[in-house]
């Protein structure tokens, strides 16, 4: 299974607001610099976790960005889920329909490991990735401005 770049820079800026305690908040700007990534694709990222409800921001002189109570606690399972969507793994439609859709069984064991990947993420919490060694490297990737 592999996600996409745009889960994997929504869970990257999750990880670094959750290593922050509250009092400092970091703009998108700070957070795609620390991370070596594009500010435009970290704004999307980051629009869709505030939909989510994953994180907060605040407006203003001292504003930025924040991760909820409820983010802290999400499962990385259903983060993952709501990032990636319900795609599946193969896809048998489209312009020319796979000739085997009505009697392949690939597509269902994909599927059920699939279902089965994101299972095994189901248990951990936002920050369960956070724990050390991850937490100090974390708050190494840039910070507020001083």
Same mark, same amino acid.
């Given at each position: 299974? %592999?996600? =996409?770049?745009? &889960?994997?820079?929504?869970? %990257?800026?999750?990880?670094?607001?959750?290593?922050?305690?509250?009092?400092?908040?970091?703009? &998108?700007?700070?957070?795609?610099?620390?991370?070596?990534?594009?500010?435009?694709?970290?704004?999307?990222?980051?629009?869709?976790?505030?939909?989510?409800?994953?994180?907060?921001? %605040?407006?203003?002189?001292?504003?930025?960005?924040?991760? =909820?109570?409820?983010? %802290?606690?999400? /499962?990385?399972? @259903?983060?993952?889920?709501?990032?990636?969507?319900?795609?599946?793994?193969?896809?048998? @439609? /489209?312009?020319?329909?796979?000739?085997?859709?009505?009697?392949?069984?690939?597509?269902?064991?994909?599927?059920?490991?699939?279902?089965?990947?994101?299972?095994?993420?189901?248990?951990?919490?936002?920050?369960?990735?956070?724990?050390?060694?991850?937490?100090?490297?974390?708050?190494?990737?840039?910070?507020?401005?001083?």
């Amino acid at each position: 299974m %592999r996600l =996409t770049r745009y &889960t994997d820079l929504a869970l %990257r800026a999750v990880m670094r607001l959750a290593v922050m305690d509250g009092e400092e908040l970091l703009t &998108t700007r700070q957070i795609a610099d620390g991370m070596n990534v594009p500010y435009t694709h970290m704004t999307k990222a980051i629009a869709h976790l505030q939909h989510l409800g994953v994180i907060e921001a %605040r407006r203003g002189r001292n504003g930025g960005l924040s991760l =909820t109570p409820a983010g %802290r606690r999400t /499962g990385v399972g @259903e983060l993952v889920r709501a990032l990636e969507g319900d795609r599946e793994v193969v896809t048998c @439609e /489209g312009e020319q329909a796979c000739p085997l859709a009505g009697a392949c069984r690939l597509r269902h064991a994909l599927r059920r490991a699939q279902d089965a990947f994101y299972a095994s993420l189901d248990h951990l919490t936002v920050d369960d990735l956070v724990a050390s060694p991850t937490g100090p490297v974390l708050l190494a990737l840039g910070g507020p401005p001083g």
